[in-house]
């Protein structure tokens, strides 16, 4: 799958990304996060308890986007990043954030840091003037 191949190449790093997602009362919310595309999945690190987390447990469906691409995900907690079977990608990420991951931003020993799996449901992406639609 070409649309695949342009994702790990644009999007296999640290990439700003945009994620919406909407909250109880219908309201979208957009923030821009750091994530890297893996498998068939964008991959990110945060809190437990923050705004993006309550939007995605009530709703684990979420919009994503970032240099011309444009998608929607099913999102899901990996729970703590030091969980034995996170192993793999807690390292992968470690090594993609390695630029600014150990500045105080990202708590290891708290509970809720954890890993955030954004996997790709449909899509549109933009390269040498092809659109891939998936």
């Not at 979208?28 to 690190?45: L, Y």
Request: glycine share 6%; proline share 3%; with cysteine.
């Amino acid at each position: 799958m070409k649309h695949i191949e342009i994702l790990k190449e644009r999007f296999g790093k640290d990439s700003l990304m945009a994620l919406a997602t909407v909250d109880s009362s219908g309201t979208p919310w957009v923030r821009t996060i750091d994530a890297v595309f893996w498998q068939d999945s964008f991959f990110t690190i945060t809190h437990a308890l923050s705004n993006k987390m309550q939007h995605l447990q009530q709703n684990p469906v979420a919009a994503i986007s970032g240099e011309w691409f444009s998608g929607h995900a099913i999102c899901q907690s990996l729970g703590h990043i030091k969980l034995p079977q996170n192993k793999q990608i807690a390292d992968m990420l470690r090594q993609a954030f390695a630029a600014w991951y150990d500045n105080g931003h990202t708590n290891e020993d708290d509970p809720n840091t954890i890993i955030l799996q954004i996997k790709l449901t449909d899509g549109v992406l933009f390269a040498n003037g092809t659109r891939y639609e998936f």
